[in-house]
């Protein structure tokens, strides 16, 4: 099962391209590239990962997001 921060970083990839993810980690100053899927979540990066996706993705994106989250 991935870990929330790889879903997540997969996520903004599709919607927003590799230039979202830039500003991803620009806004949470967490290199998200360097989790992969197996990889625990580290509940600091995690926590400063979701406070910036509000400021990068639509109410709509961020719903979808949140549903994506939540079935796994």
């Known amino acids: 099962m991935a870990?929330?921060?790889s879903r997540i970083t997969s996520f903004?990839?599709?919607r927003k391209l590799?230039?979202?993810v830039a500003r991803l980690i620009m806004m949470s100053g967490v290199n998200v590239r360097s989790f992969g899927p197996n990889d625990p979540d580290p509940p600091d990066a995690l926590r400063r990962l979701e406070?910036?996706?509000p400021q990068l993705l639509t109410p709509q994106?961020?719903?979808e997001l949140?549903?994506?989250l939540s079935e796994s």
Do not use: C, P, S
């Open 3 to 5: 870990n929330r921060i």
């Open 12 to 14: 903004v990839e599709k």
């Open 18 to 20: 590799g230039f979202g």
């Open 51 to 53: 406070q910036a996706l």
């Open 61 to 63: 994106e961020l719903t």
């Open 66 to 68: 949140l549903g994506l």
